[in-house]
């Protein structure tokens, strides 16, 4: 039985919460359901249709995902970049699946022969990798939806023990509001991702946390 799979994250870039790298794979004779199912990738759809496409896609086929908290990532990106901790676990979901299963990926770096580069460190050669690719393929589109749903699962827990923070982007004002203060930064500690640069021009005064 031939495997196709689709890799994607959610939480690349907020301050706040973990990486979530899902894996969704479902047998080729699925496609034209999948297909169906997931015109879309997670962006385009609301909250409640993610988590309705979600249910639907657990019984399709079989999620395999990493969530890699705050503190994992502080600790890893003192030696890897961000780009290296994604393709080290995106190594690690493709190799939990059938070496003959077809998995195509969301290319998270620039340009494709950096990204192989990378792959080929982590022992992995066979797979496809290109911008979009959650718009363009729903094998995709399914891990992003997948990706999604486990890390806003993740952020509502979060804010429901800290309390609102906005998006946890450092775009959003909000979330530049509610770091901006010691109490905050206490509470947020155990979620907040300390090696993004972002983090200290967002901060309005100079607020050192403690181990």
């Known amino acids: 039985m031939a495997l196709i799979a689709g890799i994607d994250e959610a939480g690349r870039g907020p301050l706040i919460g973990p990486l979530v790298i899902a894996l969704f794979s479902c047998a080729s004779e699925q496609e034209a359901e999948l297909n ?12 409640a249709k993610r988590e309705e496409i979600f249910d639907k896609l657990r019984h399709l086929g079989k999620i395999n995902f990493v969530e890699v908290e705050a503190k994992k990532l502080n600790e890893l990106m003192k030696s890897q970049s961000l780009n ?3 393709a080290m676990f995106m190594a690690k ?7 003959e299963a077809s998995v195509k990926i969301d290319l998270p770096d620039r340009y494709s022969w950096v990204f192989a580069r990378r792959m080929k460190r982590f022992g992995v050669e066979k797979y496809e ?4 690719a959650d ?3 729903p094998v995709v589109a399914a891990a992003s939806i997948c990706a999604k749903v486990i890390r806003d699962r993740k952020i509502a827990k979060i804010r429901a023990e800290v309390g609102e923070f ?11 509001e509610f770091i901006s203060t010691k109490e905050n930064l206490k ?6 991702r300390t090696k993004w640069k972002t983090l200290e021009t967002i901060q ?8």
């Open 129 to 132: 990798a290109e911008h979009k």
């Open 204 to 211: 309005q005064t100079k607020l050192e946390l403690e181990d």
């Open 93 to 99: 979901l493709i190799k939990t699946i059938s070496s």
């Open 84 to 86: 290296d901790i994604e």
């Open 166 to 176: 906005g998006s946890g982007y450092p775009g959003d004002k909000k979330t530049r």
């Open 135 to 137: 718009e363009n393929h």
């Open 187 to 192: 509470k947020l500690k155990p979620y907040l």
């Open 36 to 47: 169906k199912l997931c015109q879309k990738d997670s962006k385009q759809l609301t909250p």
